[in-house]
């Protein structure tokens, strides 16, 4: 029997930054895309409003109250 898994909203800390993991997704609340936090390369949402850096170690969002962070648990 498989487990079962959990998906939880994380807060956004401003000061710690955006989460990344393997375990942590980004979901664009204007388009809906859903995508991961450590991409293999360069990654926007269908509008571009999130985007993930992978080369420059970074991510973030144009519009940061439209970005919701998921964590699978």
């Known amino acids: ?3 079962k898994k ?4 994380v807060n956004l800390d401003q000061y710690d930054g955006i989460p990344a993991g393997n375990d942590i ?3 664009c609340l204007n388009c809906r ?4 936090s ?3 390369t360069y990654s926007t949402c269908k509008c571009g409003n ?12 144009n519009d940061i109250s439209n970005l919701l962070i998921l964590k699978i648990e």
């Open 1 to 3: 029997m498989k487990k």
């Open 6 to 9: 959990n998906i939880v909203i």
């Open 25 to 27: 997704f980004y979901l």
């Open 33 to 36: 895309s859903i995508m991961q």
């Open 38 to 40: 450590y991409p293999e």
């Open 50 to 61: 999130v985007f993930v850096d992978v080369d420059a170690g970074r991510g973030g969002a």
